[in-house]
Every structure is written in structure tokens, then in C-alpha cells.
């Protein structure tokens, strides 16, 4: 069982304030904290959406078992800083990344033994710790649209009333979603 994962190094917002100015048609630089607002909002409503990290992020997260990583909690994955673990003698250990293969398919991120290698027995009831950098080195374009759909549609109408149907907001991110 995976827990929530602690973010260690934050994202950077994937879209700039002039290319939610630009796609806004805004020429002014009035609104810009109300856009660098917009942009984390949305990127936090996409990530939620999703339930994918978007922009480039370290995370720490931990988990009882090593069959654990047979499928990882966040994804994509770029790659594994450390696995870290207490050993049966009660001592701090890491697993040699030379001996796990890391298996990053897009949103579906495992961490198996290399060839030959075995996960190693940690002390029973402690937990497992994998520290990773996870999200997107590149943000598909169809995820970036729907940010910018969603930032000018907040833009537009700031005040509190229901929106209408994000069929096109759907229709982008479907492919996106993760344990949906």
C-alpha cells in the first residue's frame, strides 16, 4: 500500500503568465499576479483531475512491501533517486539502482529486480521509501490547451457561478486520467 506522496522539490508552473496572456488576448500587464493565480489554480485542478503530477517534481513516498512497486503511485516517472529501507538488523539501507530496472511507460511507472536480482527483506512493519522525480519533461499539448481553456474561462467569469459543461475540457484530458 502506497501512502500520499510528500512533494520535496516543487513544480514550476508549465505555462507563463504570457501564454496565458496571449491565448487571453490580454495586452496589459494589470492582471499578471491574477494569471500566476489562474496558471497554479489550474495546473492544481488538472493535476487533481488527472491524477497525475504535470510539471517536473521530487517526490517521497512510502509503502509497506516491495510488490508495491510493481505499479508506482505517481506517474509519469522520470526517474528513481533513492529506495531506501530499514534492514532486518534494524539499520538504514538503500537498494543499489544498479539492481532494480526501472519500467517508465508513460502513466504506468514499475520499479522490478534487474535480471538475477532480488528485492532485499526489510525489517517487518517499517516502511519503504522511494524518492523520485516525477511529472512531465514536456507537457503534451493537448493538456497545455486545456489549462489555457480553463484559465481563460476563469479569466472571463471571476465570479462564483456554476460553468457550463467542460465537454471540450473532458475531451482533452480523458487520455490523461489515472486510476479513473
Known amino acids: 500500500m502506497w ?6 522539490q516543487a513544480p514550476t ?3 507563463s503568465v504570457e501564454e496565458a496572456k496571449r491565448h487571453c488576448v490580454v495586452l496589459h500587464d494589470d492582471d499578471d499576479a491574477l494569471f500566476e493565480a489562474l496558471i497554479s489554480a489550474a495546473r492544481d485542478h488538472v493535476e487533481r483531475y488527472c491524477n497525475t503530477p504535470l510539471a517536473t517534481q521530487t517526490i517521497e513516498v512510502k509503502c509497506d512491501r516491495f510488490c508495491d512497486f510493481d505499479r508506482l503511485p505517481a506517474a509519469p516517472a522520470q526517474s528513481v533517486t533513492s529506495i ?3 534492514a532486518t538488523d534494524g539499520t538504514d539501507a538503500t537498494v543499489t539502482l544498479g539492481d532494480v530496472e526501472q519500467r517508465f511507460d508513460g502513466l504506468e511507472a514499475a520499479i522490478v529486480p534487474a535480471y538475477g536480482k532480488q528485492w532485499p527483506v526489510p525489517r517487518n512493519g517499517s516502511r519503504i521509501t522511494l524518492t523520485a522525480v516525477v511529472g512531465y519533461a514536456s507537457l503534451p499539448p493537448s493538456i ?22 467542460w465537454s471540450a475540457f473532458d475531451a482533452l484530458l480523458c487520455n490523461y486520467r489515472r486510476g479513473a
Open 3 to 8: 501512502y500520499p506522496p510528500k512533494v520535496t
Open 13 to 15: 508552473d508549465p505555462i
Open 84 to 86: 531506501a529501507y530499514i
Open 144 to 165: 497545455k490547451h486545456a489549462m489555457l481553456l480553463w484559465i481563460a474561462d476563469a479569466y472571463e467569469q471571476r465570479e462564483n457561478k456554476e460553468l457550463p459543461g
